[in-house]
C-alpha cells in the first residue's frame, strides 16, 4: 500500500527565519511524482511545489524548496525567509502512477503558523 | 485561463433535507475529484471521475452521498437526507489527464453546515 506520513501536526516559525516541514512515503513504484500543497485560511488548495522521482535535483520555487532523499523516502519542505502569509496547512501528496487509477495519496497536513 | 469553481461558497441546510454541490472543472481537465475536509483535518477522499470510464466510488462515506459528471465537465455532488457530521468543506479538484505528474488543480470549496 502507498502511504504519506506528516508526522508534524503542528509547527510555528518566526517571521524572517526558516522552517522545514517533514513528510516520509512508502511506494512500490519506480517513478512517482511528489508534491506540497498549501491551505491559507481562506481554504484555497494551492500547489507549492512538485518533484519527479527520477530527477536528482531538488525542485526550488522561489523560498520554497525540497530535500528529496529517495533511498530514504523522504521529501522535506524547507520554507526560507517565512513570511506571513505563509501561515495555513501544507500537505504533502503522492502520485504513484499505478495502472490507470490516478489519485493522489495525502498526508494529514502540518499546521504552520508565522509569527510576527 | 479560469480556474476550478464551485458553487455555493457557502450551504446552510437542515437535517434531513436534500443538498446538490456543483464543480466546474477548468476546461480541457478529463479527470475530476471530489473530497471533503473536516475542520482542521486532511483530505477525504470521496470520488474520482476519469473521462467516460466509470468513476471511483470507493470513497463515498455511504449511500446518502451520490455524484455526477454530465458531458465530462460539471460534477454535481448529491447528499440526500443530510445529517450533522455532513458538516464541513467539500472541495472539487480536476487535472490534466496528458499530464504526467496529475497534479490537482482545486476550486474554493464548499461549505455545508448542516443545523
Known amino acids: 500500500a502507498q502511504t504519506v506520513t506528516q508526522s508534524q501536526p503542528e509547527m510555528s516559525v518566526q517571521e524572517a527565519e526558516t522552517v522545514t516541514l517533514s513528510c516520509t512515503y512508502d511506494t512500490s513504484e519506480s517513478n512517482y511524482y511528489l508534491f506540497w500543497y498549501k491551505q491559507p485560511p481562506s481554504r484555497q488548495m494551492i500547489l507549492v511545489i512538485r518533484q519527479e522521482a527520477y530527477k536528482q535535483q531538488n525542485a526550488t520555487e522561489n523560498r520554497f524548496s525540497v530535500n528529496f532523499q529517495k533511498a530514504a523516502k523522504s521529501f522535506s519542505l524547507k520554507i526560507s525567509d517565512s513570511q506571513l502569509g505563509d501561515t495555513a496547512m501544507y500537505f504533502c501528496?503522492?502520485?504513484?502512477?499505478?495502472?490507470?487509477?490516478?489519485?493522489?495519496?495525502w498526508g494529514l497536513g502540518t499546521s504552520l503558523a508565522v509569527n510576527p | 485561463g479560469a480556474g476550478v469553481s464551485q458553487s455555493p461558497s457557502n450551504k446552510v441546510t437542515e437535517k434531513g433535507k436534500d443538498v446538490e454541490l456543483r464543480c466546474d472543472p477548468i476546461?480541457?481537465?478529463?479527470?475530476l475529484y471530489w473530497y471533503r475536509q473536516s475542520l482542521g483535518q486532511g483530505l477525504e477522499f470521496l470520488i474520482y471521475f476519469q473521462g467516460n470510464s466509470a468513476p471511483d466510488k470507493s470513497g463515498l462515506p455511504s449511500d446518502r452521498f451520490s455524484a455526477e459528471r454530465t458531458g465530462g465537465s460539471v460534477s454535481t455532488l448529491t447528499i440526500q437526507r443530510t445529517q450533522q457530521e455532513d458538516s464541513a468543506v467539500y472541495l472539487c479538484?480536476?487535472?490534466?489527464?496528458?499530464?504526467?505528474?496529475?497534479?490537482?488543480?482545486f476550486g474554493p470549496g464548499t461549505r455545508l453546515t448542516v443545523t
Open positions: 479538484a480536476s487535472t490534466l489527464v496528458a499530464s504526467y505528474s496529475y497534479e490537482q488543480y
Open positions: 501528496a503522492l502520485n504513484a502512477n499505478a495502472g490507470n487509477n490516478r489519485k493522489l495519496i
Open positions: 476546461s480541457g481537465h478529463t479527470a
